[in-house]
């Protein structure tokens, strides 16, 4: 949290608490504020007056207070550069009672004017959205500036936040979006100006007559920072040294959003190239060798490339879990990833969820279009049904016991062989939400890829933020680059070659360009080959793999060759 641009920027992990609800005010009042949303929320879809319909991924820039008896109810107002959404808060009751889709890019002015419990939108003095009645007796404002835990926190700027004790018409509101207060403007009840302070300015009276906001009696409150964090982070990748480029265009793409993260990359090769070492944006390489994983070389054989880099993502997280003991937060990125926002929703969901997963789909492929059924949801059901380029965790008892059962599992069962149920690391997560508590995360940002861009529609908003179905792009994942099947696929879905999926493609291809791909991508892996350089044909790989007895036999297969185990 800090004054900048003439206006408080929150962070996502900001507070401000004055009191939960200002019960002096009730059903009819008004809210304004100027606003400068730097972060996309999940919109609810529908309107509704009950329920618990509060969802994390929220972005409350007024959070509604409790109502602590089933006739009162606090209301809030959450912003995004996506929408607007008015909330109350009750007993088991938490309704989106007014949503408005809608960006919100640049400077805008909101005001809530609830008049006899019904609230409307106005956006820059404009009348927009008339939301439904409330069902409680009572509805006051509430004190909180910048989140609720645990649905989520603003992340953007915020200025002249006022509240009023009657209903402001549209014309009254349109006068005076920019005017500066003096502190006795009739039915002036608070005022947090947030230019050069936090300090909430009262006018509290008994007789309805408005004192200044100078004035001896008014009550001034200074609204203590109650939360503020720092990037307790761990992100992690891991890579064979081909892929080394594309981990450097990752981990510089995290630094860019999360710089006081920590990246750690897991090497699964012998020794570390000398680039590696150097490389700026690397807090820690660790080679898989150095995982603890028991009878390393006898495990590593087992597998090819693809293979082994996955079957260690286990170990990865144990290390890590044992290593950052003062960390609590951990999330791992494939190497072909391209993170373009700071991933801000992870922040409050990994205090309230252990275990955070993103599935390939989002939405059904339409009935009649056989290719798309074909190549993404049929492959899907053979590959997994998440995506695990990206898995977050908190350290939690629950996500520890389901990095150790994976774990395990990768150590017997990492393989790709989809004609038996497997495939690598990923297909095992289809059963952890049947063994953990897992949460899934369905933001169209997390994980844009060429299986997904069926019905994942990306463009660029007016202040040069890319959007995927009018939330903020978040990451891409350029799996299938090398092979070309990426390009092809992306082109099936998206034929506009203007589409902005080119240009942020066309970027990444060039910063890999700037990392070494081309002589990076052809370095040898160091468990393809015998110790004497005879390459390790699959056939013998997988007669090792099946065979007990040849693995009793040579604890270090590395040391023998083709011959020992194709016989």
């Known amino acids: 949290m800090e004054f900048k641009h003439g206006s408080l920027y929150f962070s996502g992990a900001d507070l401000i608490q004055t009191k939960p609800l200002f019960k002096d005010i009730n059903n009819t009042f008004t809210i304004e504020f100027w606003v400068k949303p730097e972060a996309s929320q999940l919109m609810n879809r529908i309107q509704r007056t009950s329920g618990n319909g509060g969802t994390t991924g929220q972005r409350y820039v007024i959070g509604p207070g409790y109502g602590d008896d089933e006739e009162n109810a606090g209301m809030g107002v959450s912003v995004g550069t996506n929408g607007i959404i008015v909330y109350e808060h009750s007993s088991n009751y938490l309704p989106p009672i007014l ?243 700071r991933l801000t929703e992870l922040y409050s969901l990994l205090d309230h969820h252990s275990i955070i997963v993103t599935p390939h789909l989002l939405v059904p492929e339409n009935k009649d279009n056989v290719v798309s059924i074909k190549g993404n949801e049929i492959q899907i059901l053979r590959k997994g049904i998440f995506n695990l380029g990206f898995l977050a965790i908190n350290r939690e008892a629950n996500s520890e016991q389901f990095i150790s059962w994976w774990r395990d599992r990768l150590f017997q069962y990492c393989y790709d062989d989809t004609a038996n149920g497997l495939f690598t690391d990923q297909k095992w997560v289809d059963l952890a939400p049947s063994f953990f508590d897992v949460f899934i995360l369905k933001h169209p940002g997390y994980n844009v890829a060429p299986w997904n861009l069926s019905k994942r529609t990306i463009h660029l908003a007016e202040t040069g933020q890319f959007l995927v179905n009018n939330q903020a792009l978040k990451f891409v994942h350029f799996s299938g680059l090398d092979s070309g099947a990426n390009l092809s696929v992306t082109k099936y879905y998206v034929p506009d070659p203007a589409n902005p999926i080119y240009f942020i493609r066309s970027q990444y291809l060039q910063e890999l360009n700037e990392m070494g791909q081309d002589s990076f991508k052809k370095i040898p892996w160091s468990y393809g080959h015998y110790r004497n350089n005879e390459k390790i044909q699959r056939k013998a790989q997988l007669n090792y793999r099946e065979n007990p007895v040849l693995q009793r036999m040579y604890k270090n297969p590395f040391q023998y060759s083709n011959t020992h185990f194709l016989s």
């Open 99 to 341: 949503v408005h889709p809608t960006p919100i890019l640049n400077w805008t002015h909101i005001a809530i004017v609830y008049d006899d419990k019904t609230p409307s939108l106005y956006i820059n003095g404009k009348l927009v959205k008339i939301g439904l009645k409330s069902n409680k007796k009572h509805v006051h404002p509430s004190g909180t500036l910048g989140g609720l835990e645990p649905y989520g926190f603003y992340v953007g700027y915020l200025k002249d936040v006022r509240i009023w004790n009657f209903a402001k018409s549209e014309e009254q509101i349109r006068k005076n979006l920019s005017k500066r207060l003096t502190g006795n403007e009739k039915g002036l009840y608070v005022y947090w100006k947030l230019t050069d302070g936090i300090q909430a300015n009262f006018n509290q009276t008994d007789d309805k007559e408005l004192k200044l906001a100078n004035d001896p009696l008014v009550e001034k409150v200074s609204a203590p920072l109650v939360k503020e964090v720092n990037d307790n982070i761990v992100f992690c990748t891991s890579i064979c040294s081909n892929y080394l480029p594309k981990a450097m265009v990752l981990a510089r793409s995290i630094k860019k959003f999360h710089p006081d993260s920590k990246m750690v990359v897991c090497l699964v090769e012998e020794t570390v190239p000398p680039a590696a070492k150097t490389f700026a944006y690397f807090d820690e390489i660790i080679l898989a060798k150095n995982l603890g994983i028991a009878d390393f070389y006898r495990f590593i054989f087992r597998h090819n490339a693809l293979e082994a880099s996955t079957a260690v993502k286990g170990s990865l997280f144990t290390y890590l879990l044992n290593t950052y003991k003062h960390h609590s937060k951990f999330i791992y990125l494939d190497p072909d990833i391209y993170v373009l926002d």
